[in-house]
């Protein structure tokens, strides 16, 4: 699995440590780590002729429109309806990433679908759609142009909470919890427990990429867990290691 240094511009990252298998059943660490995110996502629909260029560490926004000849499926089963085709030119590993995934029906009975993909590493990337061999999307991935930016390591998790009021709070995982409200919230020096009470919905923001992405959910406390209000988006389907990570800390 590869990885970011992300964060967001409106506040800085706390760090959470703990254990993460990578999607090749290596064990690496997961952290959530002070850095800056910069790249937006550009937007691009089914291709055709020679991949375009992106730059390692930037996303795109691939939209298509998918017949499946019938009743349509959930988002996260079409997923694994579309092929993702790497060619590192490392020869090793994933190229891309496809952070998240929403979308919906359409009126002619095709499903509309939407994926934010980050580029991680030189290659390149492309997703095919399995049961017709069309290609959706495909990039020639080039080294960023920003000596800052590195290709993903898979070791930074940052994790925000939205106070309500416009203002994002950072979750500094650095005292190791198991369970999201025994950590610290950086800006106010208390544990998020105190912070996000029972019955109360949040928007909460996931950092896990090359390109420093957002991945926002709606949630709301109950109690001793955490649920999402909102099926979609289906978050970081290409690294189950991090969503389960995710589950065990919002015990959703």
Partial sequence: ?????????????????????????????????D??????????STVSGPPATLEVAQAVMVTVELDFGGTL???ATALL???RRYQPDDGKGRT???LDAYGEGTWAGKLHLSMHVSAEKPGIGSLIFKRTGETLWSSRIVPSKDAKKSQFSGKN????????????????????PTWIMDAVVREKGALLDTVWPSGIEH??????????????????????????????????PDDPAAVEVIAKLMRW
């Fill in 203 to 236: 928007e909460v923001t996931f950092i896990y990429s090359a390109c420093g992405c957002p991945v926002k959910v709606m949630a709301r406390r109950e109690g001793d867990r955490v649920v999402r209000t909102k099926e979609l988006p289906v978050m970081f």
């Fill in 96 to 98: 891309f990433a496809i």
């Fill in 1 to 33: 699995m590869s990885a970011p240094t992300p964060a967001l511009s409106q506040s800085r990252v706390g760090t959470y440590e703990g254990s993460l298998l990578s999607s090749t059943g290596l064990a690496s660490q997961i952290r959530i780590a």
């Fill in 73 to 75: 499926p959930t988002i």
């Fill in 35 to 44: 850095t800056s995110i910069s790249a937006g996502s550009k937007s691009q």
């Fill in 157 to 176: 998790l940052s994790i925000y909470i939205d106070d309500g009021a416009g203002k994002l709070l950072t979750v500094d995982g650095s005292n190791n």
């Fill in 81 to 83: 309806d579309i092929e």
